[in-house]
Structure formats: C-alpha cells, structure tokens
C-alpha cells in the first residue's frame, strides 16, 4: 500500500484522488494475485496431485480425488491472501479479518464434509462394511462439525468467545432435542442394528408395515433403503427396524438352501389298495422297483407268519396307492439334481381337509436364486401332477364350470342313447 501510495505521489494528484486511487489499486493488486494464486493451485497443483493419484498403486487416495478434497482444500490460498493483506487497509481490518476467517471456516467445513465421505468410500471397500456399516456415525459426525462449525463462525462474527455460545446450549438441550428426535434415535438404531449384526447391506428383508420386500441397498442415519422386486425403493426409519419385527431372508441366502414347502390335495376317494396289475405295473417304475420288491416280500412273510386270510384285503398288511406315490416322491426328490440333499428332506401327510388329503413336500432348493428356485419348484410339481394318475389317484380342485356344464350334459346323453 505504501508502495503504491509513493509511486502515486509523483503524479501531484487530489489527495482525495490520490486516497481512492491507491486503495482501487491496492485491490486489484490484492485480487491478481488472488487469481494467480487460484490459477496456480487449480491449474497446476491440483493437475500434479491428479496425476500421481491416478498413477500410484493404492485406491484410498482417488476416493479423496472423486470427492474433491484437493479442489476444496485449494479455496484456502485466496482466503489467507486476503487475511495476510488485510493490515493495509486500517479502517476496515477487522472487518476484512472476520470475512476471511468466516470464509475460512466454511470452506473447512466443506473439506472436513468430502473427507468424511471420502473416509467413509474408502471404507465400504472393505468387506467389514457389509456387515459393520458406518455411514450412520459419519453423519453423526458431519451433525456435530456443522453445529460446531456454525457456533465458531457466529462467535468469530460478534467476537465473542465460542465457549460463552457453548455455555448457552444447554439452555437449549430440550429444542435440540426435540428438532434432533429422528437423527438421535437413527443414531441408537444403528448402534444396536450393527452391533448385534440385524441387517447388512445386500440383506433381502421384509417389512409388511412399511410394504418393504427386497435387497437393502443402504443404510444411513435415519432411514434404511430397501429395493423391492419391483424396482421401487422404500424408506424405512432406522428406529423402525429396532422397535418392529421384520424378516431377514439372509439366514436362507447363506445356508445354501431355500425351502420347497408345497402339498397336493390327494380325493380321498381315489385312494385304495394296490392290486395285483397295480403291483406289477410299479415294478417296472425305475424309482421304485426294488422298493416294491423288497416291500411286497416283507409283507407276504409277515401275514404268512401270522397266518392272515387275504381273502379279505382288509386282512394284514398290503400296500396302498398313496403310501407308494409317497415313496415314489421321496426316491424322485432324492435323485433330483436341483435338491439339496444335505438339508431336510420329507415327503408327509398332514390332516385330511374338505379339498382332500394333502401330501406335502418339504425340501430344499440347492440354489438360493429366485428365479432358479421357482424353476426347480415348478419342474418337480409339473412332473408329479403328470405321474399321479400312473398311481390310480386324483388331484383335487374344486369343480369349475366346465365340469358343472359335463355332469349337465351327461343326464341328456344317457336320454338320447334311450331314445
């Protein structure tokens, strides 16, 4: 300013003139080498840095670059230009001084809020972050900075010290409270949803209350996000997931296994004993030949032994037709190529209904996969659909109208065939 102010002198000017003159200049002196300043560190630092992020080994550093830390951390060189200059300008010192070091702050703030997001990228890249997720303490610690940040900037603008401001929040406790409710209880949530390890990221969950069914694609401070099959996404609160039930399908996903639990409705009345053309016929059933062999030879010795008149069917022991298809599909179920046959496995009656006899499956997939897992569903259903007829036995359906419009038309058949 002096410089500039002797070098005016020799013009002989208004010192009026010569007063503003030398202040305009002084300015933009001041903001060339702002802009030189910038130009430098954008142009050139920055470009150095990029350069040897892009070409080292390590990836932490490139989160820090995707981020922007570098570009933000490049805002502080015109801020302390101006802060160094500002004794050039007496009346208006203080004012320059407060201006820059609030500008100061907020652009650390702003670094401080890349780099938090970049430590947490940095952290997701390891496989603890699926089951250890730390994005709802990052925005705990971004709520605490801010609110710090903002104090300080306050404080720095009155000119007071930050701790009188500080003093005077606990007068405040129960607003903040009140405004800070959903993060405060997101924060307790989280803490309990990752220490007791209740849901990851990747996890299929379902929430009925909230009409969630589907993968977790992230989980924050106050909201957990959950993709449905649908494509659609749905916000459930943190605290939701501590305070209400819901379903975690990952107990399924690693066990290698997902569970087949079906019936067919047998008509009761197409049950009955095996004949001796029934007996026969299921020998030359690959899955159950040596079944039948073995069977029918326990069963002779047993009445022979205890002398029973098989005049009688009821008389002893005999096979029936549904005990065979039950066999038939446990030996179907325990060659099949889609079943895991290291989990449970079990072919049951369960207590007969007004639609029939149900015999239920109960078995498991040996792929997780939906659209696998309906396909190995289907593919053992189509078949025994196809083969219960082969057993003498009917599947049960309520009737539809074109069985009501047969049995309409049968009585008028029977009528013409007596004309």
């Known amino acids: 300013m002096d410089f500039i102010s002797n070098w005016l002198s020799d013009y002989n000017l208004n010192p009026t003139v010569h007063k503003y003159l030398s202040t305009i200049i ?206 659609t996404i749905t916000m459930i609160p943190s605290y939701a997931l501590i305070s209400d039930s819901f379903i975690n399908w990952r107990g399924m996903q690693v066990s290698g296994g997902r569970r087949i639990k079906r019936s067919l409705f047998i008509d009761t009345n197409s049950i009955s004993f095996c004949t001796e053309e029934m007996i026969e016929k299921f020998k030359s059933i690959h899955y159950l030949s040596d079944y039948i062999i073995n069977r029918e030879q326990e069963i002779i010795e047993h009445n022979m032994k205890n002398e029973i008149n098989r005049s009688n069917p009821v008389n002893g022991r005999a096979l029936t037709n549904i005990g065979v298809f039950r066999v038939y599909i446990s030996h179907y179920l325990e060659k099949h190529s889609g079943i895991n046959h290291d989990m449970t496995l079990m072919v049951r009656q369960l207590a007969p209904t007004e639609h029939g006899l149900p015999v239920e499956i109960y078995a498991f997939s040996n792929d997780v996969r939906w659209a696998v897992y309906e396909s190995v569903q289907a593919d053992i259903f189509d078949h025994l659909f196809a083969v219960a007829r082969e057993f003498g036995l009917r599947l049960f359906q309520s009737p539809s109208g074109n069985d009501l419009r047969t049995m309409l038309d049968e009585p008028k058949s029977e009528i013409e065939r007596g004309h």
Not at 26 to 31: G, N, V, W
Not at 69 to 97: C, G, M, Q, R, W
Not at 208 to 214: C, I, M, W
């Open 26 to 231: 002084t300015i933009l002196f001041i903001a060339m080498i702002c802009i030189i300043a910038n130009f430098i560190t954008k142009k050139i630092v920055i470009r150095i840095i990029t350069h040897i992020v892009n070409n080292n080994k390590y990836q932490w550093d490139n989160m820090l670059l995707d981020r922007k830390v570098f570009h933000k951390l490049s805002h502080f060189v015109p801020a302390i230009i101006i802060y160094n200059f500002s004794t050039t300008f007496d009346y208006f010192k203080d004012l320059i001084e407060k201006g820059a070091i609030t500008y100061l702050i907020i652009v650390g703030l702003l670094v401080l809020n890349s780099l938090l997001n970049a430590i947490n990228d940095i952290y997701q890249t390891y496989e603890i972050s699926k089951t250890r997720p730390m994005k709802g303490y990052i925005q705990v610690v971004k709520i605490i900075v801010i609110t710090l940040g903002i104090i300080v900037v306050i404080a720095n603008l009155i000119g007071e010290s930050p701790v009188i401001l500080l003093s005077g929040i606990g007068a405040l406790s129960a607003v903040l409270m009140l405004v800070f409710k959903d993060s405060l209880l997101g924060l307790v949530a989280g803490i309990q949803l990752s220490s007791n390890d209740m849901v990851r990221v990747g996890d299929w969950i379902q929430m009925p209350k909230y009409g969630a069914d589907g993968d977790v694609i992230d989980i924050s401070l106050n909201t957990v996000q959950v993709q449905n099959w649908d494509k």
